[in-house]
């Protein structure tokens, strides 16, 4: 049993939230799914959340007895929250909307999809908090989403990449030598996924790899990885499959590069690269920190 007000506290502290900014990308996607529909999100939302687009987006009940970790705000996410959490507990996300990139092997996705009122309705009427932390958690150099992923596929950190004045997101480093086919498998294992995207070239010998959560899929990125001797490239996205314009003319840029490029490109799904941190790293500091075994909920379909 913690206090609301500590427990968010020491999160804002952790991932720097104040002093960090406003969420460069929510601050653009929230209003843009919500004013068109006749939300009123800045009065549903609480004020920080508003100012930052990051931190404490619902505030319930002043006493957290559970937390409960996943990354976006999915229909059957919502519902396993509602249903099994009582007044003060915790929904901690990676995304306060969900993003539909679109399944490689199915129908392409609408983007960002606002949370039906009804669910935020529900959660209210339970005195339920939800915290999100998008970038401030990307960058983060110990638990982030780029170190999470590190770990699992033992990798050795050489660099960080693809960067701005908060920091990098991206990490170039070393891996014991492993095929491309050996390295998906392994993927589609530690992500549970059912199968990754894929383009690019088939190697024997891979031991050196770019990491990049979410959406990976720009070809400028993907040619700074490669300059740098990168064979395999792992994101969450290396296609967008969104689809609109830009999602069709990312994806024909894509194709046009993936005549040239050298490296092994594999998508685990933006969902599923983001969720390994929060079953991981973030699992662990809420055990560490403040003694809770947070429950985690994944979602029922990685490629959306």
Request: glycine share 8%; proline share 4%.
């Amino acid at each position: 049993m913690i206090k609301r007000k500590e427990l968010v506290q020491s999160l804002n502290k952790e991932f720097r939230i104040d002093s960090f900014g406003r969420d460069s990308a929510f601050s653009r996607f929230v209003p843009m799914v919500y004013e068109p529909v006749g939300f009123d999100w800045k009065s549903e939302f609480t004020t920080s959340f508003t100012t930052y687009f990051n931190g404490l987006m619902l505030e319930g009940a002043e006493v957290v007895n559970q937390v409960f970790l996943a990354v976006f705000p999915t229909d059957d996410v919502l519902a396993t929250f509602i249903s099994k959490a009582n007044a003060g507990d915790l929904l901690f996300m990676h995304h306060p909307l969900v993003m539909e990139c679109g399944d490689p092997k199915g129908e392409w996705g609408r983007g960002f999809v606002p949370i039906p009122k009804d669910w935020i309705a529900g959660m209210k009427e339970k005195n339920l908090s939800v915290y999100t932390c998008h970038a401030p958690m990307d960058y983060h150099k110990e638990l982030g989403t780029s170190v999470a992923i590190a770990r699992e596929l033992h990798v050795n950190i050489e660099e960080w990449i693809i960067g701005d004045e908060h920091g990098e997101i991206g990490i170039i480093g070393s891996i014991s030598s492993i095929s491309t086919q050996r390295l998906i498998q392994k993927l589609e294992s530690t992500f549970d996924i059912p199968y990754v995207d894929f383009e690019g070239k088939d190697h024997q010998a891979i031991e050196k790899v770019a990491i990049i959560p979410g959406c990976g899929d720009k070809v400028e990125w993907m040619k700074q990885a490669e300059a740098k001797g990168v064979q395999a490239y792992i994101s969450g996205e290396i296609h967008c499959h969104i689809d609109n314009e830009y999602g069709n003319r990312r994806f024909q840029e894509m194709m046009k590069y993936v005549d040239e490029t050298s490296m092994s490109l594999i998508g685990v799904s933006h969902a599923a690269s983001e969720y390994l941190v929060k079953k991981t790293l973030i699992k662990e500091w809420f055990e560490r920190e403040f003694s809770i075994e947070p429950i985690l909920i994944p979602q029922s379909k990685w490629w959306l």
